[in-house]
């Protein structure tokens, strides 16, 4: 964005700037549609962690990151972008820095702004609407929220793709780039998902809380702007100047439905600082807290990151680093990476609007038949890309990888209609299952009962096509009784922060051991894990159904008492 940076903010002041490598390129945005595969593919920064669901617990398990700033273990993703040309789509390489982050806190004056307060915990955001495909107003002129531009010696901006071009070879820099800045206004309220934009607001002018317009004056945070580069010298000459052959993952020909996704993790130690434009806290504490207030290199480079103002020694890594930070995709699916495609990766057609884009209606990536087999669980910083089987190919499931071992089960095999049934314990070992806190919740209708943890298989959802509620103050206890008070004969509590209903578990396998994650309402209870359920029933038991193409099985878990 070198213009666009040089002429919203000065030279030295207090932002700072960071790059980063790619971490991988994936369907997946535990913001929007939480642990399942998302709707389109995107490109993805920051810690290994990252994964279709995300918590506190599961982000501690970033052992590196692909920014610039060590300290920092939040995720960043945007979609991707496609050359197309004769009804193929070619996935556009990134080009250095591929994606530049700031974050902006001064005043007028080239002051720290004072009034900026740190995010709090669980605080999630995103920028932009997937659905754009017009100039509505809400991105403001050319480089207020979202800017496209092609680095030449005479660049072109425009809101969306711009034309006008055959390449975007510049003098001293190059490329096209897409710009996004994040709002930093908040009112109080939680992210919800059906309404992604409502809590935030764009300020109004530069400084403290009078900056932003009212309702929103809960708290103003540090402004984020992120740069996405791309490299489009292989397309040169392939399209006039009259032509736009870019188009998002999301299917969208103009450009206009550019948006941003951030979720900010910070390490087990440090809680308090910067934050959440995704699920949870992400800088270490007080790191950010101190920069804001003394960090003032601007474009300028001075004082340097790792300088004692700043973030201090050690907190600053090389590219060499940060491009060896990657993580292997956890869906199933060939999305340009060998090559171009007939279609777009998911059930995205191209819509040029101008009217919003819609969902289609029967996709024909959809499944139409649900996993044969379901895979164990892995550790959070890695995946594999093996995938489920399905009668439809093309289409991904979000996998994990198997355990390398595990206790076998005993069993006794029962007749029960055309299925067979089989009755075991819930322990591998043959023992007690064991013991979730609590191990029992009142409610109305009685005594729930810890049946124990349980695998989650995703794609599809073992307890619930959805949670019934996400990233609020949950516990398993209050999570029963919402499951009890609407009929369901199970509650499962999962990540620290989903709660579960349904009358039917699928596709699972008892995990003794996985569920550790604290519940985000009660540190004394233990909601599920990365991947697990903490299943609860009235009488301690659950019945687990495998659903295959012709046939179905169940089986019976004791839980303790």
């Not at 530049?100 to 609407?129: I, T």
């Not at 087999?373 to 991904?396: C, F, H, K, Y």
Request: with cysteine.
């Amino acid at each position: 964005m070198a213009v666009l940076a040089a002429s919203v903010y000065a030279q030295q002041d207090y932002y700072l700037t960071f790059g980063s490598a790619a971490l991988v390129h994936e369907r997946l945005d535990p913001l929007v549609n939480p642990g399942t595969v998302a709707g389109h593919v995107h490109s993805i920064i920051g810690g290994n962690a990252f994964g279709a669901s995300m918590t506190y617990e599961t982000t501690q398990s970033s052992n590196c990151t692909s920014v610039d700033i060590i300290p920092d273990k939040s995720n960043y993703w945007m979609p991707n972008v496609y050359f197309r040309k004769n009804g193929k789509f070619t996935l556009v390489p990134e080009r250095s820095p591929k994606h530049k982050v700031y974050y902006k806190y001064g005043a007028s004056g080239y002051k720290p702004d004072l009034e900026r307060s740190e995010f709090p915990k669980n605080f999630r955001m995103m920028a932009g609407s997937a659905n754009l495909r017009s100039d509505d107003g809400s991105h403001g002129s050319p480089g207020t929220q979202l800017n496209w531009q092609c680095h030449r010696l005479s660049k072109i901006v425009a809101t969306g793709f711009p034309k006008g071009f055959t390449n975007c070879n510049g003098d001293n820099v190059a490329g096209l780039a897409a710009t996004m800045r994040f709002p930093s206004c908040w009112n109080g309220q939680d992210f919800n998902p059906a309404s992604p934009l409502a809590h935030m607001s764009y300020p109004t002018t530069q400084d403290g809380m009078a900056g932003c317009p009212e309702g929103f004056k809960k708290a103003r945070f540090p402004e984020i702007l992120i740069e996405y580069w791309l490299d489009v010298s292989q397309f040169d000459g392939q399209y006039g100047a009259d032509e736009v052959p870019w188009v998002l993952s999301n299917g969208d020909p103009t450009g206009y439905g550019f948006h941003m996704d951030f979720v900010s993790l910070i390490d087990a130690l440090h809680l308090r600082i910067l934050a959440n434009i995704g699920q949870l806290n992400g800088w270490e504490e007080g790191v950010l807290a101190k920069a804001m207030k003394t960090c003032n290199p601007g474009n300028t480079g001075t004082p340097s990151l790792d300088a004692p103002q700043c973030f201090g020694a050690g907190s600053k890594q090389d590219i060499t680093a940060k491009e060896a930070c990657t993580k292997t995709s956890s869906v199933n699916e060939e999305i340009g990476l060998n090559g171009p495609l007939s279609q777009l990766p998911g059930c995205n057609p191209i819509q040029a609007g101008p009217g919003p884009a819609t969902k289609p209606a029967n996709c024909p990536g959809d499944p139409v038949a649900e996993p044969d087999s379901v895979a164990g669980p892995s550790p959070a910083t890695t995946s594999t890309t093996a995938g489920l089987t399905q009668n439809t190919p093309s289409v991904p499931d979000l996998v994990e990888a198997q355990p390398a071992s595990s206790a076998p089960v005993r069993q006794t095999s029962a007749k029960a209609g055309p299925s067979p049934t089989n009755t075991v314990t819930s322990s591998p070992s043959g023992g007690s299952p064991p013991e979730l806190s609590p191990s029992s919740v009142n409610s109305t209708s009685g005594v729930w009962k810890a049946a124990g943890c349980f695998l989650d298989s995703l794609n599809p959802r073992s307890l619930g096509k959805q949670p019934e509620w996400w990233g609020q103050k949950i516990s398993s206890s209050n999570c029963v009784e919402h499951c009890d008070s609407i009929r369901a004969k199970y509650a499962g509590t999962e990540n620290g922060g989903q709660c579960f209903c349904g009358n039917e578990l699928i596709n699972s396998a008892n995990r003794p051991g996985k569920c550790t994650s604290k519940c985000s309402g009660d540190g004394s209870e233990i909601c599920g894990g990365s991947g697990h359920l903490s299943v609860y029933s009235l009488d301690g038991l659950v019945s687990i159904k495998k659903r295959r193409t012709h046939h179905r099985h169940s089986r019976h878990f004791l839980a303790s008492s």
